[in-house]
């Protein structure tokens, strides 16, 4: 294969600011930059991807990396007519679906049990755009994704796949059916039901806090009746 006239020198320094194209033109000749800068550049699509069929991280990232494995070995495939996104997210999708079937023993994500109950595992790492200005404020974050990860995990699979990728990974509700293999009228009405589904689940998980909001209690309590009745000595 004919080797791409790009300066070596300029191309080590720029490998991650190189376009799909160009990377996947050097990588077909087993450049290791270019294939690490294809992972980097579309790792958290994947991932997210692959999480939201398996609900488990390191699980995920196993479906990650063997969907890459898989790619790679049969990059001289890719023609380009799709977005590499695209295709590799299809590869992610399919080894993920792959494994979901073999656990329950169906044919296709139209056949998923929607009555599947949650299992345990890990949480999603949603992205921050906030940098922290303090460790409460810190904490005040960390508490609203997991309660957002945990309502995204309870949802039915078929729910949860359509769900991450219309509204984690902004794509278009044709684009995310067509990676999914529904039509988009199918893609629509389950992303209703996820989003109201989200909201069921985000509602329960509140509801057994507002008891507690604006606590006034202990100490704060006590003080408040040694002033009262301090301020009806003074007026005695």
Known sequence: MTAIAVPVARRRQNISALPD????????????????????????????????????????????????????TNLATFRGEAELSTWLTRITLNEALGRVRARKNTTGLEEIDMQTTSRGGEVLQFPSSLSATDPESELSRSQARHLLEQAVDDLPDEFRAIFVLREVEGMSTEEAASYLGIKPETAKTRLHRARKAMRQ????????????????????????????????????
């Open 21 to 72: 194209a160009e990377l996947v033109s050097l990588a077909k000749q087993g450049d290791e930059p270019a294939i690490r800068a294809i992972v980097q550049r579309h790792n958290q699509r994947l991932f997210r991807t692959a999480r939201a069929i398996i609900r488990n991280d390191w699980e995920a990232e196993d479906v990650v990396q063997a969907a890459y494995v898989k790619a790679f």
């Open 201 to 236: 689940s985000i509602e329960k998980q509140l509801s057994g806090a507002f008891a507690a909001l604006f606590p006034f209690d202990g100490a704060r309590c006590a003080s408040m009746g040694d002033r009262v009745v301090a301020v009806l000595r003074q007026t005695s």
